[in-house]
């Protein structure tokens, strides 16, 4: 329904001063908010410049929402040019058009209709197309000025009533038994009498299958009631299924409603019965005997619906010494094969595989879970037994063996008299406790080693890797029936121990050796000239046996200087000591040491050196010694008072030590730097010293001289000093 709404403008007159700004403003406010019936329609609203209106009521309510106020415009009321325009629109619900201003009342509509003067334009239409927000913009101006003039915008809320949700139910099914009949349906019924309405069928994706639903469609407004029916017929699957209608209005957003139907589609009772056929073989069927592998136990159930999906069945273990991995519950058919060909399902063999021996009892639990109280349970009940076995154990060596610990050494077990269709025998190695070390075994009591199927005999090595620690070992292999607790076993002793020597020790140089030791080296001889070269003092053991490594050798030393007081007491570097002996290598059967004196090791005294060798592990040792005697070390000491007179006092000038360095010459200079006498060797003089004659054969003259001493290898002076010759 449409209806018109009439703007009525009233003003009064204003005095209009061109020195001041126009302004056009709606009060109290330039929003308004009312509430109207849904639907197309017309209304109207006045516009007043006073408290009053003109066709009734009060500023700010539904008929007279806004009070004009319209200042300062040059000119005339009777001139003033007032243009309404509708400015934006936004519907509540869907397909309004925009609304139109049409004034003066009973012009023809336009989009911008410009009206003059206050007396013609004081009421003026706008169209509205139902619910929404509208805005109008009013436009004043004076003929002289330009468009638009100044304008001002109101905003006209409009809401509808509260919207009524369209109404969806459907008929109340609880249960439906397959076949369905070809006239069953499921009825939905929709209304909304104010509204059109979209209509729309569905089902949910968990639906044992999917049907064909009715096509949407719509319902005009207006229209009490409609009835929707929905082909259920078309089901053959049992199970759960859900369906769901939506109505939908034309608010802005829409009014939704919705209702959902969930029923159970079943089968008609089922008969069950069970039959387990014994998995042996004649005489006694209910006996198995190992090995046990993949024996099928097959199992038969009667007596099914065809469109029973849902006949549960399942394998569990009432007894047995061995777990049987059992099939998880599973079902005769599946929803995607019913109706099935046969009430009758062949269930999965079970397989039988690696079964201890004992007693078994399994049972098959049968159930249709459409109907409560239908289970049904089967029991089977049957035996596994192993062959005997006649065990014999052997092992090698078979008597006590003796072996070094430097190599590896293999001893062995065998058994025999097993049954070839025995598979509980089992065999392992056992240590004594008392053993010296842990021998890695190939298997032991707490993990045995299992003889397969079609063994008759089987025998182990273990292999004790060098290096063997020493001592007695024992170990027995066994051999054993776990199912009749019988068995047999043998013993091998070891001995292991390294091989012992017979130490024959020298040492050189034997039994002493004196030496003279001088700046230049040692003399080692008298009458020989000094070496400057170390000398060594060597041990050697031998008869060392190659099946040892506890072999050491080292020495000891014993040194008595010289002097009581004497301060230098420098010793050689032992190689090795008690503390820090020699390892001898495994396979060495003889070993060489020495110690080395050289003039900067070793001061005047008496050195007594020790060569020993030991056995660690026996605990036995032999020793050889000698003797190092060094003399304090000589220097050249020439004579103080020289007095070549003839009486038989200082007449030759002598240089004490001499004879120990061979090596020597001497220069004698006078106070004026003359070199009166020289000689290479002490030796060739004929007291072996200086008379106090020149060079040219005359005695020297009483005074002081001065020598110089320097190797006559590479003429560098090494002593010098003075002397007074007297007459």
């Known amino acids: 329904m449409k209806k018109i709404l009439c703007l009525v403008v009233a003003m009064g007159f204003l005095n209009l001063i061109a020195t001041r700004a126009q302004t056009v403003n709606f009060l109290p406010s330039n929003t308004y908010t009312a509430t109207v019936p849904k639907g197309p329609g017309s209304y109207y609203f006045q516009v007043s410049t006073t408290t009053s209106c003109a066709l009734g009521g009060t500023v700010a309510n539904d008929n007279c929402p806004f009070r004009l106020a319209v200042s300062s415009f040059p000119c005339p009321s009777s001139q003033l040019i007032m243009d309404w325009e509708p400015v934006s629109f936004t519907p509540f619900m869907s397909g309004l058009p925009t609304p139109q201003i049409e004034h003066p009342i009973g012009f023809a509509a336009t989009d911008t209709p410009p009206c003059t003067g206050f007396t013609i334009c004081r009421t003026a239409n706008f169209y509205y197309y139902g619910p929404g927000i509208y805005q109008f913009r009013l436009c004043v101006r004076c003929p002289a000025m330009s468009a638009p003039g100044i304008c001002n915008t109101i905003t006209f809320t409009v809401n509808p009533p509260v919207n009524t949700l369209p109404s969806v139910t459907l008929e109340d099914i609880l249960e439906l038994t397959l076949p369905i009949s070809n006239t069953e349906r499921l009825d939905a019924t929709i209304s909304d009498p104010a509204d059109a309405l979209s209509v729309q069928w569905s089902q949910a994706g968990a639906n044992p299958m999917a049907i064909t639903l009715p096509p949407n469609f719509n319902i005009p407004p207006g229209t009490p009631s409609t009835i929707s029916q929905l082909d259920v017929s078309q089901i053959t699957k049992p199970g759960t299924y859900s369906y769901s209608v939506t109505a939908q209005d034309n608010y802005i957003p829409p009014g939704v409603g919705t209702a959902t139907e969930t029923f159970i589609v079943k089968p008609a009772p089922s008969s069950l019965g069970i039959t387990i056929t014994p998995p042996g073989v004649a005489p006694d069927p209910n006996v198995l005997y190992t090995p046990v592998n993949n024996v099928p136990l097959n199992s038969q159930i009667t007596g099914i619906n065809v469109y029973n999906d849902r006949v549960r069945y399942q394998w569990s273990q009432i007894a047995g010494p061995t777990a049987i991995a059992l099939p998880p519950a599973a079902y005769t058919a599946n929803i995607n094969d019913v109706p099935v060909s046969s009430s009758t399902f062949n269930v999965p063999p079970l397989n039988l595989n690696a079964l201890a021996y004992g007693i078994y009892t399994l049972r098959l639990t049968v159930e249709d879970e459409y109907y409560a109280g239908s289970t049904i349970t089967q029991d089977i009940t049957f035996e596994v037994k192993p062959p005997q076995s006649n065990l014999d154990v052997t092992v090698n060596p078979a008597s006590e063996t003796t072996i070094d610990p430097y190599n590896n050494f293999t001893f062995s077990g065998e058994v025999t008299g097993i049954n070839p269709n025995s598979d509980v025998i089992i065999t392992y190695w056992r240590a004594e406790n008392g053993n010296p070390a842990s021998i890695a075994l190939p298997h032991t009591m707490a993990s045995p080693n299992a003889i397969p199927l079609n063994t008759t005999t089987f025998s182990q090595s273990v292999t004790m890797n060098q290096r063997i620690t020493e001592g007695t070992y024992e170990f027995w292999f066994v051999a054993k029936d776990i199912f009749y607790n019988v068995g047999d076993s043998a013993k091998v002793k070891i001995i292991v121990k390294p091989g012992e ?78 503390s820090a002996m020699k390892n001898i290598d495994l396979g060495v059967t003889s070993d060489e040491s020495e110690i080395v004196f050289n003039l900067g090791n070793c001061s005047a005294g008496t050195y007594t050196l020790h060569f020993v060798a030991r056995d660690v592990f026996y605990n036995t040792a032999d020793s050889v010694s000698t003797k190092i005697i060094v003399t304090k070390p000589v220097s050249i000491e020439p004579s103080v008072t020289f007095t070549p007179n003839g009486d038989g006092q200082n007449d030759i000038w002598f240089v004490k030590n001499i004879e120990s360095f061979p090596f020597v010459g001497v220069k004698i200079i006078n106070e004026r730097g003359e070199l009166i006498f020289e000689t290479d060797s002490f030796s060739r003089l004929p007291e072996r010293g200086w008379d106090g004659r020149r060079k040219d054969g005359k005695l020297a003259t009483e005074g002081a001289y001065y020598y110089q001493f320097y190797d006559t290898r590479d003429q560098k002076i090494f002593n010098v000093g003075s002397f007074v010759l007297l007459r």
């Open 501 to 578: 020597s017979t130490f024959a020790l020298t040492i050189e140089p034997t039994p002493e050796k004196r030496v003279i030791k001088t700046p230049e080296g040692f003399i080692f001889n008298e009458g020989e000239n000094p070496q400057n070269t170390p000398f060594s003092v060597k041990g050697r053991v031998t008869g060392i046996s190659d099946k040892t490594d506890y072999v050491r050798t080292y020495w000891r030393m014993q040194y008595e200087p010289e002097l009581p007081d004497q301060e230098e007491q420098l010793q050689p570097t032992l190689p090795h000591t008690a």
